[in-house]
Nanobody, 115 residues
Framework: QVQLVESGGGLVLAGGSLTLSCAAS????????GGWYRQAPGKQRELVAA???????NYADSVKGRFTISRDNAKSTVYLQMNSLKPEDTAIFYC?????????WGQGTQVTVSS
């Protein structure tokens, strides 16, 4: 059974930083693509960043230069370092892992950025 456990969300002032972590179990993480999505109230869930098993990354235009996704295969963990946070970054952030066309989701962690 695949489990994704997220941590690191919270309340931060605009301009501040947070790091999200997502620990995976029950899956060969090193062969998987890891990613972070977010969903703001009244909006659709959107991709924030993703990292392939080979380390290639892609980012939403809105977070380029501010967010960094990384992974530690030994810990089966994917991270999202978020800097220069803006109020419009406020959302529930979800971890996503894809392995052989199967999608797995974390429970979500709230990130709130106050101005």
């Amino acid at each position: 059974q695949v489990q994704l456990v997220e941590s690191g969300g919270g309340l931060v002032l605009a301009g501040g930083s947070l790091t999200l972590s997502c620990a995976a179990s029950g899956i060969i993480f090193s062969f998987s693509t890891g990613g972070w999505y977010r969903q703001a109230p009244g909006k659709q869930r959107e991709l924030v960043a993703a990292i392939t098993s080979g380390g290639s990354t892609n980012y939403a235009d809105s977070v380029k230069g501010r967010f960094t996704i990384s992974r530690d295969n030994a810990k089966s963990t994917v991270y999202l370092q978020m800097n220069s946070l803006k109020p419009e970054d406020t959302a529930i952030f979800y971890c996503n892992v894809v392995r052989r066309n199967s999608n797995y989701w974390g429970q979500g962690t709230q990130v709130t950025v106050s101005s």
